[in-house]
């Protein structure tokens, strides 16, 4: 069967590393059997993607089963980039307020708006601001109830009924990276947005994230580069941008002149080239850690909750029982599980014994992460 890019329907791609049918696992740590890896590179527009995972079958896979941090109430992804550990969506909130300032009324409309937590922290700060905002997976019932004066629907973007209503500020956080066809999307918010209106976007930034090429439900692997070439040909300027960790931040503003696709290929094969590099190294480093603990050398664990850790016991073919435990900073993951191994703190390594520990998480943390590990003693595994 052939296969085309989403954006520009060019047959022209690139495979890319890895090539895999089997169980997969998505971004939200759940398990996919008979899903497929199928990494491409357009080099007809530049976007890398993925032409299996939940391709196809993404409307009713968030309708039904995806649950992001649903598990309990209060579990949110924490960002570690600011000076002392807040939530990902305080860090988001405060991130846009430092791109721009915005008047005392209008109307806001957030895609995918999970529990809600974003539209909390704006909502605070901006009262007088009318909100609306809709949610395809169970979440929907607690933003409901979150926001009563709100208007809040339970769909796709695809099936939204704005009715007549233009939004000044469009918000769509974790979103972008899962649709079957970014560009899509964004001309759908140019069309849902009044003159001058702001489209406030985070996606997890392929370049910091080479791990994210085994994340099966992460459709489009976006940089900097495809973001700003698929702003601009659906009609929205850069205002501004900002890399924070793993995520990046983009702010865009509406305008009425979109320009072509810009062929972004070479920019994003640099950076490609560099993460298929990285992820190979990340499996290859809980490949040894695994042979090392086979091998009568004490039991291993695998830092980070990140694609590659939870992938690599399908992709080798080991039993996931192997792993003494999963190893997080993350408290809010603490105590649950991951294919039934213990999700913990360092704390682990020596009520475990665990000898060796590969780290499964983006670069950008590696040193960082090593460091706390010196006084454990651990033989660590990294690229
Ligand atoms: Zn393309």
Redesign the pocket.
């Known amino acids: 069967m052939s296969v085309?890019?989403?954006?520009?329907?060019?047959d022209?791609?690139q495979k890319v590393y890895p090539s895999f049918s089997g169980t997969c696992v998505t971004s939200d740590m759940m398990v996919l059997p008979g899903a497929s890896l199928d990494n491409r590179l357009?080099?007809?527009?530049?976007?890398i993607?993925n032409a299996g995972g939940t391709r196809g079958w993404s409307e009713s896979f968030y309708k039904d089963s995806y649950s992001l941090m649903m598990k309990t109430a209060d579990a949110a992804i924490q960002s570690f980039s600011g000076p002392a550990p807040i939530s990902q969506a305080e860090r988001t909130h405060q991130i846009l307020r430092e791109m721009i300032e915005l008047p005392g009324r209008g109307a806001i409309l957030e895609i995918g708006a999970g529990k809600g937590d974003f539209l909390g922290y704006f909502l605070q700060q901006s009262g007088d601001w009318r909100a609306a905002a809709f949610e395809p997976s169970a979440a929907f019932a607690v933003l409901k109830e979150r926001f009563p004066e709100a208007s809040i629907q339970r769909c796709d973007y695809k099936d939204f009924d704005a009715g007549p209503a233009k939004f000044d500020l469009l918000v769509a956080l974790g979103v972008l990276e899962h649709v079957e066809d970014p560009f899509d999307m964004l001309r759908w918010a140019h069309r849902h947005l009044g003159d001058n209106g702001l489209f406030y976007i985070r996606v997890p930034n392929f370049a910091k994230n080479p791990n994210d090429l085994f994340c099966a439900d992460h459709l489009s692997k976006l940089t900097i580069h495809s973001l700003t070439a698929l702003a601009r040909a659906a009609g929205f300027d850069v205002v501004a941008s900002k890399e924070a960790g793993v995520p990046i931040f983009v702010l865009l503003r509406k305008n009425d002149r979109p320009e072509l696709?810009t062929?972004v290929v070479a920019d994003n094969r640099i950076i490609l080239d560099k993460n298929v590099v990285v992820a190979k190294n990340a499996m290859d480093a809980i490949f040894r850690s695994h042979e090392a603990a086979k091998a009568g050398g004490g039991p291993f664990a695998i830092f980070g909750l990140g694609s590659s850790g939870l992938f690599a016991p399908f992709y080798f073919g080991f039993d996931a029982a192997e792993v003494a435990a999963y190893l997080d900073e993350n408290r809010s993951t603490w105590g649950s599980d991951i294919h039934g191994r213990i999700v913990g703190g360092l704390d682990k390594i020596k009520e475990l014994g665990i000898r060796h520990v590969a780290l499964a998480i983006s670069p950008v943390y590696f040193e960082q992460v090593k460091a706390k590990l010196t006084p454990y003693e651990v033989q660590v595994y990294s690229a």
């Open positions: 085309y890019c989403p954006v520009c329907k060019s022209q791609l357009c080099t007809a527009c530049g976007l993607f696709l062929n």
